[in-house]
T-cell receptor
Framework: QKEVEQNSGPLSVPEGAIASLNCTYS??????FFWYRQYSGKSPELIMS????GDKEDGRFTAQLNKASQYVSLLIRDSQPSDSATYLC?????????FGDGTTLTVKP | EAGVAQSPRYKIIEKRQSVAFWCNPI?????LYWYQQILGQGPKLLIQ????????DSQLPKDRFSAERLKGVDSTLKIQPAKLEDSAVYLC???????????FGPGTRLTVT
């Protein structure tokens, strides 16, 4: 079992729809959770961080963390073509950083 | 505030040659990471420094890869000798503390022929 797992996709949604991205992790002791966006040929850029159970909203993005079920999700509302990218989930466990392999999102105009 | 700087941006070498990458983190960031990202995969942690000490290097192929962080600021990652499978993007990231958000540099794309 991978330490951090994401659906590889690709995930395709129409413009204006809600995109839902999911991530599960294996270690109950994981402490910090992040979502990064990576455009093709570019380096990852931070979208959201979340540290405690519940929802955290930032503009069109909402991160949800459920430590009991060991998953973290990212919702993108009013998806735009510019949101088309690979979304990486990252988890810090005992000070060590682990990334999933990402989910590729395509938003169709 | 200046971001994470890396150089070179691109490098092409033949197998068995050596190569070095340089990283300058965001000012004041104590934690520095080197990742290897192969096409289609997520970044894989190679080594993590806290100031100038190594926190984790469990996935660093120590027979060919080495890294150092002098004076707790700049860092270099070296590969000697390179293999074809080392072709990847090498990303440097830094964070204020271990549990905090990481900020990435532009990366170095290495091609080994």
């Amino acid at each position: 079992q991978k330490e951090v797992e994401q659906n590889s996709g690709p995930l395709s949604v129409p413009e204006g729809a809600i995109a839902s991205l999911n991530c599960t992790y294996s270690d109950r002791g994981s402490q910090s959770f992040f979502w990064y966006r990576q455009y093709s040929g570019k380096s990852p850029e931070l979208i959201m961080s979340i540290y405690s159970n519940g929802d955290k909203e930032d503009g069109r993005f909402t991160a949800q963390l459920n430590k009991a079920s060991q998953y973290v999700s990212l919702l993108i509302r009013d998806s735009q073509p510019s949101d088309s990218a690979t979304y990486l989930c990252a988890v810090i466990t005992a000070g060590k950083s682990t990334f999933g392999d990402g989910t590729t999102l395509t938003v169709k105009p | 505030e200046a971001g994470v700087a890396q150089s070179p941006r691109y490098k092409i070498i033949e197998k068995r040659q050596s190569v070095a990458f340089w990283c300058n983190p965001i000012s004041g960031h104590a934690t520095l990471y080197w990742y290897q990202q192969i096409l289609g995969q997520g970044p894989k942690l190679l080594i993590q420094f806290q100031n100038n000490g190594v926190v984790d290097d469990s996935q660093l192929p120590k027979d060919r890869f080495s890294a150092e962080r002098l004076k707790g600021v700049d860092s270099t990652l070296k590969i000697q000798p390179a293999k074809l499978e080392d072709s990847a993007v090498y990303l440097c990231a830094s964070s204020s503390r271990v549990l905090d958000e990481q900020y990435f540099g532009p990366g170095t794309r290495l091609t080994v022929t």
